[in-house]
């Protein structure tokens, strides 16, 4: 009969019980040293669960490292080897895929009071929307701003009428769907500054100076602000323009000094920070 098992030998990669020895009975002849028999050349019935005792297999014989995953043949691992979660990462980034966000544009004004971005957070929110970017502030005791939102195109006019009904509480909403913007190799982006005393036409002017040019402004910024030692007031604005990628710089800061010396105000123009 066979004799059982004692104990584990260690190998780096796969791990086998200790060769099981066989004793000869009268008239056989034994396979050979222990070890020659592998566990495929065992007979169905040779290892029973009465062969193997509490403790042959402790916990401490196996060592950190014993089994690497390159030990894994195809097909060893089943779909009942993966704990709940293990799929879940793959069906919600399958369901994201399927879902077609659309992008769109809200403008919103009103008077100012507490609680005016949480109102519009939490339609967007509502709608399954995400807030992407925004520029808002309060300017004269009103609050005005812009934002881009993206929501599934499916929710995009219900999340329409859940901002037009903001309207009563004095929240005025448009709604846009955004445009592509140009590619970057067509345009250049630059930063103009303008500082000088205040008057009428000045952003007028300037500004029909750089659309004649072809020029965008991204975006604008500008003050009214005290002089430091005479307190007159001045002008000062700071614009992120794109210029087409073919228009000369050269030509372009000749015609804004030209502009300046008629205006009596400082014109900058360089590259962004």
Known sequence: MLTRGVGTVRHRGRRRPTPLAVAASPGDSATGPAGDRELGDREPGDLK?????????????????????????????????????DWELGRRRANQEEVVSTSLVLTVIGPDRPGLIEALSEAVGSHEGSWLESRMARLAGQFAGILRVAVPEEQVDALTRTLQRLGPEGLRVGVARSQPDP???????????????????????????????????????????????????????????????????????????????????????????
């Open 49 to 85: 669960l009465g062969d193997w005792e509490l403790g042959d297999w402790e916990l401490g014989d196996w060592e950190l490292g014993d089994w690497e995953l390159g030990d894994r043949e195809p097909g060893d691992w089943e779909l009942g080897d993966w704990e709940l979660g």
């Open 183 to 273: 590619p970057d190799s067509d345009v250049r982006e630059l930063r103009l500054e303008i500082l000088g005393s205040d008057r009428p036409g000045i952003v007028h002017e300037i500004s029909e100076a750089l659309a004649d040019r072809g020029i965008n402004v991204d975006e604008l910024r500008t003050e009214i602000m005290s002089a430091p030692m005479s307190g007159e007031l001045l002008f000062r604005a700071n614009a992120e323009l794109l210029i087409p990628a073919d228009l000369s710089l050269e030509l372009l800061r000749k015609d804004l000094e030209a502009l300046a010396h008629e205006l009596m105000v400082d014109i900058d123009l360089d590259e962004p920070l």
